[in-house]
């Protein structure tokens, strides 16, 4: 009765587990390629709202040496600093723009 038990709790575990990763597939954004659009086209889609721009950032530390006068000789306090700023762009699909493909295609099923 207990392994049953346990075996049952085990699936029902497996069941909500698949069900968060559904949800989260359903959830995520489609990621627009830039191969295919120029810059004014990306810009044009974003400012009618179809897509968003979603930036990431990453930062380098890099050490600095600031000099110190401690008695009567010079010596140098290190301190890392986070200067070497990147980040990397990517467009993704709003759900304005989800719908917005969907009516495009209905309209050409209808034509």
């Not at 990621?31 to 968003?52: D, H, Q, T, W």
């Not at 993704?92 to 050409?108: D, S, Y």
Request: aromatic fraction near 8%; proline fraction near 2%; include cysteine.
């Amino acid at each position: 009765m207990h392994q049953q038990k346990s075996s049952i709790y085990s699936k029902i575990q497996n069941y909500k587990h698949k069900e968060i990763l559904i949800k989260h597939s359903l959830e995520k954004l489609e990621v627009i390629s830039k191969e295919n659009l120029e810059n004014f086209e990306l810009s044009n889609l974003s400012r009618l709202g179809l897509i968003k721009e979603e930036r990431d950032f990453y930062a380098n530390p890099q050490t600095l040496k600031i000099p110190t006068n401690q008695d009567d000789y010079e010596s140098h306090t290190s301190v890392n600093l986070d200067i070497d700023v990147r980040s990397y762009a990517r467009h993704l699909l709003t759900e304005f723009g989800e719908l917005f493909i969907k009516v495009c295609k209905e309209k050409q099923q209808i034509t």
